[in-house]
């Protein structure tokens, strides 16, 4: 990442704005649901982790976390399992949780690449009950674009691409869940599952603003429809 100390807005790379309202937005979701039952899929600082398990704590729930790195000895905690592997290991994943038990809420801040961040939607989704939420994570790029404080030509086409991804994702699925964005630091999708259909492919978004048409109306000037 490009360091750029001169930005206008420098004081804004710190977690407090980058991390706290992404969690506070998921919070107000899932506060108060009793008896909550979370699967995380990235642990690292354990900083969603704890908001899970503060969470867990008063509602009586229950959070598994998997990470591809080991994390077990980040909490101590009756409320929570975690699982050393990568969350594409299916089969294994399978073997440790109990499958029949859904999930309230599922958090996906593992891999951010947008063919990760889809297949492991795919899979997971069905152990997700209905009115049951995924929140991804990363799907704004703002403060990556180019001069600004967090400059970085990867994280800004990433999140792009997942932003797309998602979009895409819910164009195939509009009558099987809600879709929401929140940009607050780094972005939040918020996806809330409506019936038990499972998740059709997505559905590609035909843009016509870069189309012959709308080419010709930069010389051509329409007044706009009212
Ligand atoms: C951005 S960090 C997670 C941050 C964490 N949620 C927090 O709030 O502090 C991403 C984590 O995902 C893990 N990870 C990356 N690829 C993974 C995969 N395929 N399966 C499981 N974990 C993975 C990394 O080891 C890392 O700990």
Do not use: Q
């Amino acid at each position: 990442m490009k360091k750029n100390n001169n930005h206008p807005l420098k004081h804004l790379n710190h977690l407090d704005f980058l991390y706290t309202p992404k969690l506070n937005y998921i919070k107000k979701f899932i506060f108060n649901i009793e008896g909550i039952n979370i699967l995380e899929l990235g642990v690292m600082h354990g900083r969603s982790t704890k908001m899970f398990l503060d969470i867990c704590k008063k509602n009586k729930g229950h959070l598994i976390s998997i990470d591809i790195d080991n994390y077990s000895n980040l909490y101590n905690d009756s409320n929570w399992t975690f699982i050393h592997s990568s969350d594409d290991n299916f089969d294994f994943i399978k073997s440790k949780i109990d499958i029949k038990k859904k999930f309230d809420v599922i958090y996906i801040d593992s891999l951010h690449e947008p063919n990760h961040v889809k297949k492991v939607l795919y899979f997971y989704y069905k152990y997700l009950k209905i009115n049951g939420r995924v929140f991804i994570d990363d799907i704004n790029w703002l403060p990556y674009i180019k001069n600004s404080f967090k400059d970085s030509e990867y994280s800004e086409t990433i999140n792009r691409k997942t932003f797309n991804k998602i979009l895409e994702i819910y164009n195939g699925n509009l009558e099987n869940i809600e879709l929401e964005f929140s940009f607050s630091g780094t972005g939040n999708a918020n996806i809330k599952k409506l019936n038990e259909s499972n998740l059709k492919e997505p559905l590609k978004i035909i843009n016509r603003l870069f189309g012959f048409r709308n080419f010709l109306r930069f010389f051509f000037r329409r007044n706009p429809k009212k």
